[in-house]
């Protein structure tokens, strides 16, 4: 629709803004219609207050931080790839989506394997336990082994 009326840069700019509100408003419509009544009302205070937000920040620290490191990267090889041909740039943008594919690969391994374990220990199952650290070895060996034969 970009090329077709001739929207250039502005209308790649503004089709992304749209999508964003349109996903931002579909995930609020879902949480009205899908979550129990009870849970609905909250305290917009309780949950903005510094001890709680406190709290998440010391539980996600390490997330945290593998984001400002995949950020920097980011930053970092699209300023120096652009100062490259067209199809340096073209390439890059090839590389960014392998890079992304397999981030979010490996954090979809890193949050399963952090619930189950979390079940594992919480319930005292150390069979269920090594079990979950087990298969997690294994996916971290073979993945990356598929990924790089792809």
């Known amino acids: 629709m970009v090329w077709c009326f001739h ?15 349109i996903c931002m408003l579909l995930g609020v419509w879902f949480i009205g219609r899908y979550l129990p ?13 510094w001890q709680s937000l406190k709290g998440v920040i010391l539980v996600n620290t390490n997330l945290m931080i593998r984001t400002i490191c995949l950020l920097v990267v980011t930053n970092h090889f699209i300023s120096i790839g652009s100062s490259f041909s067209t199809n340096v ?14 981030a979010y690969l490996f954090d979809g391994f890193a949050n399963e ?3 189950f374990n979390g079940k594992a220990k919480g319930t005292k199952n150390m069979v269920l336990y090594n079990q ?19």
């Open 7 to 21: 929207f250039d840069i502005q209308g790649v700019a503004f089709a992304t803004l749209g999508a964003q509100v």
């Open 132 to 150: 979950i650290l087990r298969c997690s070895l294994q996916a971290c060996v073979i993945c990356p082994v598929l990924l790089i034969a792809i």
């Open 89 to 102: 740039l073209a390439a890059n943008a090839v590389l960014f989506q392998i890079h992304y594919l397999m």
């Open 113 to 115: 394997s952090s619930v």
């Open 37 to 49: 009544q009870s849970q609905q009302k909250t305290d917009l205070k309780s949950i903005l207050s």
